[in-house]
């Protein structure tokens, strides 16, 4: 099995061959992070030494680095970004949203802020401990380092999640009523599995038609054979059903979601490229249109996650059309014109 540092060394490799004269890279998301940082090697393939030989040239120039805390570069700033937009014009495509998926059945996303009295007490971290407990440990464990802070926010980011149950599994219901198709993604496999049992509780206290209901469960932990069949029935299936699902399992590559009417996002992914992935789950052919719900809770990281998100966009709209970042980061910042909203539905009712 070669691992991913070998795979990409080949690639360096082959994309230094003499003889070669035409190279081609596609990607979905150039930016993955928000940050050109991820360009380097990218641009590194396409045009070999074009952008210096010296990773450390580029984040200087592209990516505002300056000595990190720890060592090293920190290079999760960006600067010149239209100096590298010009100079990327010459070999770079770019297919805006609006093209690729002008086609396609349309996702309308919609922000749903929680506030306090919506939420409910988090569940544990683990059999052991409460988030706060593991917070702590986690702190203490790893300090200040870029690795620890990153437990700790996903740590944190879960703890949101996890306060969200309630509100998501009545949701999740009201979407299943008169045959409609619901996905929700969460934070971790704890909360994937308690949600799901859960899930299944509620539904068999409802009408005859939501007793029968399947609820498929998906995370890390079941096997890639068991997953794939699970959204080959959900996208098979004419009648109500639901998948749970961590976002990391399925998120990225997996086609077969598209036909959900319902998608709740209760976990924010803090990287702009998750969250494209994520979303694109559902804007696929085949589908149906989709109205994906992301919920955030007021009060809790979930805030600090979406101005990170918001302040990630930035590099990317500068440098890409981006036109499916369009709006979003009002829409995630509570500023949503809702004047504007309405008047886009009423056209389109028009238009019909």
Known sequence: ??????RAVAMMEVSRVSSL???????????????????????????????????????HRYCGARPGAFGGLDDSGYSNISELKARCSFFVHEVPYSESHSSLPSTRVQVDYLTNTELNRADRFNDEQTFTQAVRQMNRDAGASPEG?????????????????KYVIEEAIEGLKGGGKVVIFTARRRETELWAHQLRQQLTKGDEAQKNVPVWMAHGGVSEAERDEMIDTFRNSDTACCLVATGQSVGTGVDGMQTANLAIFAMLPWKPGDFV??????????????????IVAQGTYDERVVQILVDKFGP??????????????????GMEDEDALVSSIISKLEVT
Do not use: C
């Not at 099995?1 to 070998?6: E, F, G, I, K």
């Not at 992935?277 to 992301?294: A, E, H, I």
């Open 316 to 333: 990317i709209e500068s440098f890409l059309k981006a036109d499916e970042l369009e709006g979003l980061g009002d829409k995630l910042m």
């Open 21 to 59: 004269r035409l190279r081609i890279g596609l990607t979905a998301t150039p930016l993955d992070d928000g940050r050109p940082r991820r360009l380097w090697s990218q641009l590194d393939l396409l045009a070999p030494g074009g952008f210096s030989h010296s990773y450390s040239n580029f984040a």
């Open 277 to 294: 992935q994520w979303k694109g789950r559902f804007d696929r052919l085949g589908g149906s249109p989709t109205l994906l719900k992301v």
């Open 149 to 165: 802070k990153e437990r700790v926010l996903e740590a944190r980011l879960a703890e949101a999640g996890s306060r969200k149950r």
């Open 1 to 6: 099995q070669v691992n991913r540092h070998a």
